[in-house]
């Protein structure tokens, strides 16, 4: 069956950065986009941003990138500060939005 | 952008119908026939329920559907039941690879 497993919670300080993994199984991985949408404590969900298997994008703090050869998806963000406290989902897309499959979530903290 | 408008929440009797609205602008909802809505329980990951805006994935129950008219998409639930409670939430292509939420709506079933 189709899987996102996500990396486990982070911690860290204001001003660092953080690195969250998404290793999908169960589909073809060049098929379909991986979609990063992220969810601050009590609050809604927010897009982040997405990117086809076979690319990478980089906006500001944020960075997507992907690994063809393991089908795991990477999702860097720096300069972190409180604001950036939340889960952080990966999720696989389908056409404009179409989203079929999502990680379980992984909670980054961020506190001096 | 701001996130699209959706009511905070909604409740209904098992049994009973309801509606969510989720109100948009020209450039989101009232441009692209590219409206989803998402079900999330508490701690879980969202759950898509209408693609396309009144598409059902497979394995969705044929209670949920979905409509839109102008900038204003909506969610109808029929024949509510205790399994249904839980957080709602629009969406919408906006161009450029982008997609933007609304606020979700907390459902209650009484």
């Known amino acids: 069956q189709v899987q996102l497993v996500q990396s486990g919670p982070e911690v860290k300080k204001p001003g660092a950065s953080v690195r969250v993994s998404c290793k999908t199984s169960?589909?073809?991985?060049?098929?379909?986009?991986i979609i990063w949408v992220r969810q601050a404590p009590g609050q809604g969900l927010e897009w982040m941003g997405k990117?086809?298997p076979d690319n990478a994008d980089f906006q500001g703090r944020l960075g997507m990138t992907s690994d063809t050869s393991t089908t795991t998806a990477y999702m860097d963000l720096s300069s972190l500060t409180s604001n950036d406290t939340a889960i952080y989902f990966c999720?696989?897309?389908?056409?404009?939005?179409?989203?079929?499959?999502w990680g379980q979530g992984t909670l980054v903290t961020v506190s001096s | 952008q701001s996130a699209l408008t959706q009511p905070a929440s909604v409740s209904g009797s098992p049994g009973q119908s309801i509606t969510i609205s989720c109100t948009g602008t020209?450039?989101?909802?009232?441009?692209?026939?590219?409206v989803s809505w998402y079900q999330q329980h508490p701690g879980k990951a969202p759950k898509l329920v209408i693609f396309?805006?009144?598409d059902r994935p497979s394995g969705v129950s044929t209670r949920f559907s979905g409509a839109k008219s102008g900038a204003t998409a909506s969610l109808t639930i029929s024949g509510l039941q205790a399994e249904d409670e839980s957080t709602y939430y629009c969406?919408?292509?906006?161009?450029?690879?982008?997609?933007?939420f609304g606020g979700g709506t907390k459902l209650t079933v009484l």
């Open positions: 999720a696989r897309g389908r056409r404009r939005n179409e989203i079929d499959a």
């Open positions: 169960g589909y073809i991985f060049a098929t379909y986009d």
């Open positions: 990117i086809s």
């Open positions: 020209s450039s989101d909802i009232g441009y692209y026939d590219d």
């Open positions: 396309d805006v009144n």
């Open positions: 969406s919408s292509y906006t161009g450029s690879n982008t997609v933007i």
